[in-house]
């Protein structure tokens, strides 16, 4: 079965850092992309950052430019996502999703911050900056 288990969420003050961690499970992992939604209190879910490791591409949304870094470790099947200076606009739940980037020989580039491009989901983890 695939897993995907997110972990590393917490409280902080705003201006701290946290890494989140996403192991994954039950898949190729070097043959998928993984990205990183988040859900904030009363808004829908959006796409925050993902990483291919078929082809080691990086995607962020604006708001996290500069702040986010997410980094994959194969040996580990393990995606990370670090955090700096963290605001409170970043409250939400993280979650971690996985999408196959490899169809036969052919590389496919699944759209980063889409929801429906992506076929398994952790469970989230609640990050909580405080002013």
């Known amino acids: 079965d695939v897993q995907l288990q997110a972990s590393g969420g917490g409280l902080v003050q705003a201006g701290e850092s946290l890494r989140l961690s996403c192991v994954g499970s039950?898949?190729?992992?070097?043959?998928?992309?993984i990205g990183w939604f988040r859900q904030a209190p009363g808004k829908n879910r959006v796409g925050v950052s993902a990483?291919?490791?078929?082809?080691?591409?990086?995607y962020y949304t604006d708001s996290v430019k500069g702040r986010f870094t997410i980094s994959s470790d194969s040996a580990e099947n393990t995606v990370y996502l670090q955090m700096n200076n963290l605001s409170p606009e970043d409250t939400a739940i993280y979650y971690c999703?996985?999408?196959?980037?490899?169809?036969?020989?052919?590389?496919?580039?699944?759209?980063?911050?889409?929801?429906?491009?992506?076929?398994?989901w952790g469970r989230g983890t609640q990050v909580t900056v405080s002013s």
């Open positions: 999703a996985a999408t196959s980037a490899r169809v036969g020989d052919a590389i496919y580039v699944p759209l980063f911050d889409k929801e429906y491009e992506y076929d398994y």
């Open positions: 039950g898949f190729t992992f070097n043959d998928y992309q």
């Open positions: 990483i291919s490791n078929v082809e080691g591409i990086t």
